[in-house]
């Protein structure tokens, strides 16, 4: 799970073991022109070894074929010279068991684990594309909606491991791939936890200095907004182009990270939108409590700020992005996107439609708004009447609750900070946050409110017909209309 790759160079990389330059600013490249080194072993397990593609200090990664299934894979592992050390085969093994049960599109999946030959082994998803690090390098800043787009895919990835109770720790631009074909892939969970491990103190101190949020910084317990955090600070070095914070001459980077404030985005990249810049501000305010509640309020804020500023498909806009920087041939991306996908971006890889279309479109609602005002007016002049005014936006009509097979019904509303799973009579029927009210038999009902960041909840309430209720953690009053 520590790998890249690059299609440029045919080259993949383990990750972890090879960015310890990310906490050194003049660092050079353990990668520029270095031979492909001949695999120590053939085959193991099921697997037959076709390459060996890194090695690090922990461990060597392989390309790989699960010749039962004719299924690419890569095989991660461990250097026996570190069978010994109970510390390192520990994280080898929480790495693997963290993601056992994960089937996320946004997260690399793990299909076997096993020990051989005085090894440990992981096989593992194979993906050919390119970690954000070497983007980076290559594109020196990403436009604002790409930017974007990476960042809600990494928050989906992320929502999804929270949900399970794990916490990644170790979010930085290395531990992140971006397929060929558009996809976002977050790799690494070597020093993931879950809420209620034993190992919580086993992995103070580890991570990337630069990405860590003040509460790791110090060693504090940590929870789902130290992921928050880091997100926030790959978000900001994607649109910026560089680190919110490095070391300098008078204080180190972690020193920083706990007692300065990051310079705003749009003082460094003017193009990046306010509202996107909100967002990374916030993902990366200094108290915990002052972040996003959860991953997904993170996710949702995410997918409000890109449907109104990238109306097209977000893979495909990954897949120009990467074609413009030289990772996919212009072949390779015709074959991959449709037509209609291609040639519809200014030079600012921003989605428009046909400057002819446009101008069609523009005086279609200019003159279908003329008309309308026209017959409008004219309809009150011959009426004796003038033009009626629109309902004031705020009148809403009174709630009515329909009848299922002749019983009566109402609504139940719930509200829940940071999210929580909602149970209605000992069963589960909805996750929060979520729109719409539940609609429940008239009468008494146990409802339960659960999750890992927050005190368990059980109400006894009476829905009565045509009413609305409302069952909310912490207190709130106000049902929606």
């Given at each position: 799970m520590y790998y890249t790759f690059r299609v440029n160079r045919i080259l993949?990389?383990?990750?972890?073991?090879?960015?310890?330059?990310?906490?050194?600013?003049?660092?050079?490249?353990?990668?520029?022109?270095?031979?492909?080194?001949?695999?120590?072993?053939?085959?193991?397990?099921?697997?037959?070894?076709?390459?060996?593609?890194?090695?690090?200090?922990?461990?060597?990664?392989?390309?790989?074929?699960?010749?039962?299934?004719?299924?690419?894979?890569?095989?991660?592992?461990?250097?026996?010279?570190?069978?010994?050390?109970?510390?390192?085969?520990?994280?080898?093994e929480r790495e693997a068991l963290s993601v056992a049960s994960f089937r996320h599109e946004n997260i690399i999946t793990l299909y076997d684990f096993f020990k051989e030959r005085g090894a440990l082994f992981m096989v593992m998803e194979y993906v050919e594309g390119i970690d954000l690090y070497d983007l980076l390098e290559k594109a020196q800043t990403i436009p604002s909606d790409v930017a974007a787009i990476m960042a809600l895919h990494i928050a989906r990835a992320l929502e999804y491991a929270h949900f399970r109770g794990v916490i990644h720790r170790d979010v930085k631009p290395a531990n992140v791939i971006v397929s060929r074909l558009g996809e976002v892939k977050l790799t690494d969970f070597g020093i993931a936890r879950t809420e209620h491990s034993d190992l919580t103190e086993a992995g103070i101190g580890l991570g990337t200095p630069a990405y860590m949020s003040p509460e790791q910084v110090i060693g504090d317990r940590l929870d789902h907004r130290s992921d928050i955090w880091s997100l926030g600070v790959v978000t900001y070095q994607l649109i910026t182009g560089r680190k919110p914070f490095a070391d300098a001459e008078d204080r180190s980077v972690m020193q920083r990270i706990r007692l300065e404030?990051?310079?705003?985005?749009?003082e460094i990249a003017?193009?990046?939108?306010?509202?996107?810049?909100?967002?990374?501000?916030?993902?990366?305010?200094?108290?915990?409590?002052?972040?996003?509640?959860s991953t997904q309020q993170l996710v949702i804020a995410l997918e409000q700020y890109l449907a109104t500023n990238v109306p097209s498909n977000y893979r495909a806009r990954l897949v120009l992005f990467l074609k413009d920087q030289g990772v996919i041939s212009n072949d390779e991306t015709t074959a991959m996107l449709h037509p209609a996908l291609i040639g519809n971006y200014d030079q600012q890889g921003r989605p428009q439609r046909p400057r002819r279309q446009?101008?069609?479109?523009?005086?279609?609602?200019?003159?279908?708004?003329?008309?309308?005002?026209?017959?409008?007016?004219?309809?009150?002049?011959?009426?004796?009447?003038?033009p009626s005014q629109q309902p004031d936006p705020e009148v809403r009509p009174p709630l009515v609750c329909?009848?299922?097979?002749?019983?009566?019904?109402?609504?139940?509303?719930?509200?829940?900070?940071?999210?929580?799973?909602?149970?209605?009579?000992?069963?589960?029927?909805?996750?929060t946050p979520f729109a719409r009210p539940l609609v429940l038999a008239v009468g008494a009902h146990k409802v339960v409110l659960a999750s890992p960041y927050m005190k368990r909840v059980v109400k006894k309430i009476i829905i009565r017909a045509n009413e609305a209720t409302l069952i909310s953690h912490p207190e709130t009053e106000g049902v929606p209309k």
């Open positions: 993949i990389t383990p990750l972890n073991e090879r960015r310890v330059a990310d906490t050194l600013e003049n660092s050079t490249d353990l990668n520029a022109a270095a031979p492909r080194p001949k695999p120590s072993i053939d085959r193991v397990g099921n697997y037959r070894i076709i390459d060996e593609i890194g090695a690090g200090g922990m461990a060597v990664v392989y390309k790989g074929v699960q010749e039962s299934l004719g299924r690419t894979v890569a095989i991660k592992a461990l250097k026996t010279v570190l069978t010994g050390d109970t510390s390192i085969v520990a994280r080898f404030q990051p310079i705003a985005p749009r003017e193009s990046c939108p306010r509202d996107l810049e909100r967002i990374v501000l916030q993902c990366m305010e200094k108290r915990p409590d002052d972040r996003f509640n446009r101008r069609r479109s523009l005086l279609g609602l200019v003159g279908v708004g003329l008309l309308g005002t026209a017959v409008g007016v004219g309809a009150g002049f011959w009426g004796g009447q003038r329909p009848e299922q097979n002749g019983k009566p019904t109402g609504h139940l509303y719930v509200r829940a900070q940071p999210w929580a799973n909602v149970e209605v009579d000992g069963k589960h029927v909805e996750t």
